[in-house]
């Protein structure tokens, strides 16, 4: 249940961090919805079709639709409020919460299963990053394909961390607290302090 719980969160942060951008002023009610579901249920949705699972998530457990569609929904009414307070810090707390624990969950999750280390941390990166790379795209925005930001980055090192306390037998609700919190921390600092690749790791 509380697997459960946290994941509606989640999909409510990424919902409300999909709306709540400047990108979306002046779009229609109908291009919000349709913006906030793809980037909150898109990274889900494409791990299963990978996976080959009987049924994506949102169908399987409708609830994470209707939390998305609310979610958008209160975003659409409240986002000309929340931009007079100045809402971008919570925007990029929305959006590293989310990238962080969905991450980790999927993650977490597929080990228990037995799937191979690199099938996990290639799952969790793809559910969290996945629907706001085509949340960027959607909104014509860079993605995280076409700048030097360290994006997706912190996913797959709190993944990978994940991975490697799990081996080394630490207790699974520490490791999973721990890289929660490395994946925030570590994506609000890149975010803040504009960081990106030095030019020896970009392709000449």
């Not at 898109?42 to 457990?61: E, K």
């Not at 962080?100 to 990166?125: P, R």
Request: glycine content about 6%; some cysteine.
């Amino acid at each position: 249940m509380f697997v459960h719980i946290t994941e509606i969160i989640c999909i409510c942060a990424f919902a409300l961090s999909a709306v709540l951008s400047e990108a979306n002023k002046g779009k229609d009610i109908i291009s919000v919805l349709v913006l906030g579901l793809v980037t909150a249920l898109g990274g889900g949705t494409v791990r299963d079709v990978i996976l080959s699972t009987d049924q994506v998530f949102w169908i399987q457990y409708p609830d994470y639709f209707w939390a998305a569609i609310v979610s958008s929904l209160i975003g659409f009414f409240i986002a000309e409020e929340l931009r007079k307070l100045k809402a971008e810090r919570l925007i990029l707390l929305l959006d590293a919460i989310g990238i962080s624990i969905f991450s980790i969950l999927v993650t977490k999750k597929m080990i228990h299963q037995d799937y191979a280390a690199y099938v996990a941390i290639t799952m969790g990166v793809i559910t969290a990053v996945f629907g706001g790379v085509v949340r960027d795209i959607i909104v014509n925005r860079p993605t995280m394909f076409n700048n030097t930001e360290f994006y997706a980055t912190p996913v797959i090192m709190g993944c990978s961390l994940f991975v490697l306390f799990s081996h080394l037998g630490m207790n699974v609700d520490v490791n999973t607290i721990v890289c929660i919190a490395f994946i925030i921390i570590f994506r609000v600092y890149i975010v803040v302090t504009k960081k990106s690749f030095p030019s020896y790791l970009l392709l000449k």
